[in-house]
C-alpha cells in the first residue's frame, strides 16, 4: 500500500489532454510544495517532469504541468502523444518522520 | 552535463553485503545531497535514504535504519550505498538521485537520476 494514491491507469487518444492524480493527506502534499511527478519506460531510469508542484526541469515539454489542492496533486499531460505512454509516479516530502513517499504509479496508455 | 553512472549489477546470496556506487560528474559534487531509491521487480518507487554530500549527514528510512549506511568520497565524486544481511525481498534496482536542497537540506525534489543498478538476492 503506497502512501500517495495514484490511479493505477489512465488512457487517451493523441491530442486529447489526461490528468493523473496523486492524492496525500495533511501530513504530506497538502502542508509542503515539495510534490514531484516522474516519467519512466519500462527498463529505463525516472525521469524528473515536475518538481515543486509546478516547475518543470530544463527541457521537459511544456505539454506537461502540475498542480496542487488541498491534499491532492495532479500532473496533467496536454497534446498527448505516443511517447508520453509511461508510468508516471508522484512523490512528496513528508516531514522529518517519513520524509518522502511515493505513489504507487499510473500506467499512461495513449490510445 | 550533470550525470550520475552508477556501478553494475550484483548478484548476493542472503545474508551478504552489497556496496552500490554512483559517480557523479557536470556538477561540484557537495553542493547537493544524494537520495537513493529502490525499484523491486514490476513494483513502485520506495525512498531509502539521503546524505548530505558536504557535511556528511544521513537520514534513512525507518523501516532500514540499521541495515542501511551510505557514504562519500568527495575527492572521487562518488557515494555509496551499502546494504546488510540481504534478504530475497531486497531483489531490486537502485537508483541514486540528485536532490535540489542544496549542502544541508533535503527536499526530497530530485532532477538527476542515476541509471540504476540491480542488485538480486537468491540462494
Known amino acids: 500500500q503506497s502512501a500517495l494514491t495514484q490511479p493505477a491507469s489512465v488512457s487517451g487518444s493523441p491530442g486529447q489532454s489526461i490528468t493523473i492524480s496523486c492524492t496525500g493527506t495533511?501530513?504530506?502534499?497538502?502542508?509542503?510544495?515539495?510534490v514531484s511527478w516522474y516519467q519512466q519506460y519500462p527498463g529505463k531510469a525516472p525521469k524528473t517532469i515536475i518538481y515543486?508542484?509546478?516547475k518543470r526541469p530544463s527541457g521537459v515539454s511544456n505539454r506537461f504541468s502540475g498542480s496542487k489542492s488541498v491534499n491532492t496533486a495532479s500532473l496533467t499531460i496536454s497534446g498527448l502523444q505516443s511517447e508520453d505512454e509511461a508510468d508516471y509516479y508522484c512523490?512528496?516530502?513528508?516531514?522529518?518522520?517519513?520524509?518522502?513517499?511515493f505513489g504507487g504509479g499510473t500506467r499512461l496508455t495513449v490510445l | 552535463q550533470v550525470q550520475l553512472m552508477q556501478s553494475g549489477p550484483e548478484m548476493k546470496k542472503p545474508g551478504a553485503s552489497v556496496k552500490v556506487s554512483c559517480q557523479a560528474s557536470?556538477?561540484?559534487?557537495?553542493?547537493?545531497?544524494i537520495s537513493w531509491v529502490r525499484q523491486a521487480p514490476g513494483q513502485g518507487l520506495e525512498w531509502m535514504a539521503w546524505i548530505s554530500v558536504y557535511y556528511g549527514y544521513t537520514i534513512y528510512t525507518e523501516s532500514l535504519q540499521g541495515r542501511l549506511t551510505l557514504t562519500t568520497d568527495t575527492s572521487s565524486k562518488i557515494a555509496y550505498m551499502e546494504m546488510r544481511s540481504l534478504r530475497s525481498d531486497d531483489t531490486a534496482v537502485y537508483f541514486c538521485a540528485r536532490d535540489t536542497g542544496g549542502r544541508a537540506g533535503m527536499t526530497a525534489q530530485f532532477d538527476y537520476w542515476g541509471q540504476g543498478s540491480l542488485v538480486a538476492v537468491g540462494s
Open positions: 495533511s501530513s504530506d502534499v497538502g502542508s509542503y510544495n515539495l
Open positions: 515543486e508542484v509546478t
Open positions: 557536470g556538477y561540484t559534487f557537495t553542493d547537493y545531497g
Open positions: 512523490s512528496s516530502y513528508a516531514g522529518s518522520s517519513t520524509h518522502v513517499v
